[in-house]
């Protein structure tokens, strides 16, 4: 079973940064690309940044500029950078990792974490 592990949330002042991590374990299939989303209470999940294997990089507007993605194919994981960090980035991060699975033909599954709190002040 694949399992999806974040890390690295917390409380910060406005202005300040993050470094959230996400590793993906257990898989037999090939990770086709990893990315995060967040959400906010009251609020649907939304996009943050994903990043796949065929170099396709997408960053929701509110982010660009201050968020980076990055991913250690090797190791199955995903980082996000978070720089100047404002008060509406305040949420529960999710890690999404896709995986494509070849039996009789490619099965494509995606999976997610159980979330890191980021905390905002301003």
């Known amino acids: 079973q694949v399992q999806v592990v974040e890390s690295g949330g917390g409380s910060v002042q406005a202005g300040e940064s993050l470094r959230l991590s996400c590793v993906a374990s257990?898989?037999?299939?090939?990770?086709?690309?990893m990315g995060w989303y967040r959400q906010t209470p009251g609020k649907e999940r939304e996009l943050v940044a994903t990043?796949?294997?065929?170099?396709?990089?997408k960053y929701a507007e509110s982010v660009k500029g201050r968020f980076t993605i990055a991913r250690d194919n090797g190791a199955n994981t995903v980082y996000l950078q978070m720089n100047n960090l404002k008060s509406e980035d305040t949420g529960v991060y999710f890690c999404?990792?896709?995986?494509?699975?070849?039996?009789?033909?490619?099965?494509?599954?995606?999976?997610w974490g159980q979330g890191t709190q980021v905390t905002v002040s301003s």
């Open positions: 999404r990792t896709w995986v494509s699975v070849l039996t009789s033909r490619w099965d494509d599954y995606d999976y």
């Open positions: 257990g898989t037999t299939g090939s990770i086709e690309a």
């Open positions: 990043s796949a294997n065929v170099g396709t990089i």
